[in-house]
């Protein structure tokens, strides 16, 4: 049983893999220590890896050492089995390179787009031949919202749940809808621009907003909100050697 660990801004996803197919996935708004020895106690776990956009918990990362046989921190040095043709890989996000090998799994030979939504909304490019190409970042939905309350004098802070209007008809409304549909329709301009310069582009929408935009989007997409773990299990496999 492989144990993957992807913390991200918001949220950490325990998830675990059987002979390369995912069991189940846990959530925690706050990952630490106790987590993980909570965790372990009742999940059989013979290998492991960890990644990160974040500060680690130490004292998390000492307990897998300590317990899980055998133990990857997933960082820049890491084997991975696509090739990287950005310019900076050292700032290169170890999320976005997750995402692309769990698309490279998916779609071998073919041309894909990942956007992943979640804090941030990253479009990430992998070409026919395995190459990580390179991508875009843009703030994600509740960064837009934060971003408008505390950059103007009067709008106020509002969540991403309610309704979306095609046009607002109050400040909260409009506010909302020119968040998500502004991400959506962005979306929608990436995917026409690079299907014109990659034919049979596959596209992959992942990360916690993924189902919101779906309903959103009109293009052809194939949502998988697991990518990067399926991604970070290959990673571990090609580190490990198991």
Request: with cysteine; proline share 5%; hydrophobic share 45%.
């Amino acid at each position: 049983m492989n144990l993957i660990i992807d913390q991200g801004n918001s949220v950490t996803k325990m998830a675990l893999f059987r002979a390369g197919q995912l069991q189940n996935v846990d959530y925690y708004p706050k990952w630490d220590a106790s987590s993980v020895v909570q965790y372990l106690d009742n999940h059989p776990v013979e290998a492991a890896i960890f990644s990160t956009v974040t500060e680690p918990d130490p004292e998390a990362l000492s307990i897998l050492q300590q317990r899980v046989p055998c133990f990857v921190c997933f960082d820049h040095s890491s084997r991975i089995p696509v090739h990287i043709g950005y310019h900076t890989p050292h700032t290169l996000g170890l999320d976005r390179i997750a995402a692309v090998v769990g698309a490279s799994m998916e779609c071998p030979g073919q041309p894909v787009l990942i956007v992943d939504a979640g804090t941030c909304v990253t479009y990430d490019l992998l070409t026919a031949d395995g190459t990580f190409a390179g991508g875009n970042i843009a703030p994600g939905i509740r960064l837009r919202l934060l971003a408008m309350h505390e950059h103007t004098g009067k709008l106020p802070l509002i969540g991403d749940s309610g309704e979306i209007p095609e046009i607002g008809f109050s400040t909260e409304t409009a506010m909302r809808a020119g968040a998500i549909l502004g991400v959506a329709y962005e979306i929608e301009g990436y995917i026409a621009r690079l299907t014109e310069a990659y034919p049979g582009l596959f596209v992959f929408l992942t990360g916690g907003d993924a189902l919101k935009l779906a309903a959103k989007i009109k293009s052809r997409i194939f949502v998988n909100e697991n990518l990067v773990l399926t991604g970070l299990n290959r990673i571990l496999q090609e580190n490990a050697k198991i």
